[in-house]
């Protein structure tokens, strides 16, 4: 199994230089601000926008067909569904391979608020966490394989000095990540259960990082 970043702990996580698996896309990025559906208008030719539960579920169906049957995984007291876990998992890792779902291009979004200046860049940098998507195949939260080891959002000149103020007099500026790449081939989607609620299940898509977007919300 490959040794994926972990940055979906609970709360926020602020990005500073680290150890990162892969090449290093860059993350200082401008700041965009998309309006409705200008959003497609400046991701990747050809990416598959993912950040409903509609657009998340419709590529599930086309990755692995039908959702586990989350009751029998669990069982009624949960003993034993590690067990049962694991071999969902390895089995779903073998029927999904040769799929086109598999190799197609995706963005996602995951949460971000603006933290510290940084001034060599003229942007500043970004506290991220995970967006969680209810869906019928259960909770899905997407998981960045190779992030760069900085991300700092450059807003305009003019913008600069007023998000500069803002932030100086404690107001939190929050935007949105859009991360495109493809799913990691040997490992495209973890099965787990929501630690927080027991029975539920999550899906989580692992996707290796090719580019990232900052949105102002």
Do not use: C
């Amino acid at each position: 199994m490959r040794p994926l970043m972990v940055i979906f702990a609970v709360g926020w996580l602020t990005v500073t230089p680290a150890v990162v698996w892969g090449e290093d896309i860059g993350g200082v990025r401008p700041l965009l601000f998309p309006a409705g559906s200008e959003l497609r208008s400046i991701l990747p030719k050809g990416a598959q926008l993912l950040h409903d539960p509609i657009a998340i579920e419709r590529f599930l169906d086309a990755l692995d067909g039908a959702p586990p049957e989350w009751h029998a995984i669990h069982g009624p007291d949960g003993v034993g569904h590690d067990e049962r876990l694991f071999a969902l998992n390895r089995q779903r890792d073998r029927a999904r391979q040769g799929r086109a779902a598999l190799s197609q291009t995706v963005t996602f979004l995951w949460s971000g608020v603006l933290s510290t200046y940084d001034p060599s860049s003229g942007g500043f940098r970004v506290a991220i966490g995970p967006k969680v998507i209810p869906t019928r195949w259960g909770l899905v939260r997407f998981k960045p394989d190779g992030l760069p080891s900085e991300l700092v959002a450059v807003p305009s000149p003019e913008l600069r000095e007023a998000l500069a103020a803002r932030l100086a007099s404690g107001e939190g500026i929050e935007i949105d990540l859009a991360m495109t790449g493809r799913l990691v081939p040997d490992e495209a989607i973890l099965y787990d259960f929501a630690h927080e609620e027991p029975g539920r299940g999550m899906v989580m898509p692992v996707v290796r990082i090719e580019r990232v977007d900052y949105l102002m919300r």
